[in-house]
């Protein structure tokens, strides 16, 4: 069964940095490429952050990019992501998951979602 434990959140005032991480189980790590999702109070979820399999080739949402860099440790199981100028729109629970991406969409894969880490950016 696919096991997905997100941590690293935390307080920040706007424009610090925190460090998510995604630690995994119950798949094959280094096949499957993973996402990065968030939800805010009061909205859909959301994608954030993308990374393929092996780690060459990525993609961030717009609201994101420049910021944020998602990467990988396939000797762990674990995903990261490292989050910048945040902002106090950025204040959401985080999520990894296995994801898929075709174009401009990527889409959460299988799994169930983990518990996610609170973000949570003052002005």
């Known amino acids: 069964q696919v096991q997905l434990v997100e941590s690293g959140g935390g307080f920040v005032q706007a424009g610090g940095s925190l460090r998510l991480s995604c630690a995994t189980s119950?798949?094959?790590?280094?096949?499957?490429?993973m996402g990065w999702f968030r939800q805010a109070p009061g909205k859909e979820r959301e994608f954030v952050a993308f990374?393929?399999?092996?780690?060459?080739?990525?993609y961030y949402a717009d609201s994101v990019k420049g910021r944020f860099t998602i990467s990988r440790d396939n000797a762990k199981n674990t995903a990261y992501l490292q989050m910048s100028i945040l902002k106090p729109e950025d204040t959401a629970v985080y999520y990894c998951?296995?994801?898929?991406?075709?174009?401009?969409?990527?889409?959460?894969?299988?799994?169930?979602w983990g518990q996610g880490t609170q973000v949570t950016v003052s002005s």
């Open positions: 998951k296995p994801a898929r991406r075709v174009g401009r969409i990527v889409e959460p894969a299988y799994g169930n």
């Open positions: 119950g798949l094959t790590f280094s096949s499957v490429s």
């Open positions: 990374m393929d399999w092996n780690g060459g080739s990525t």
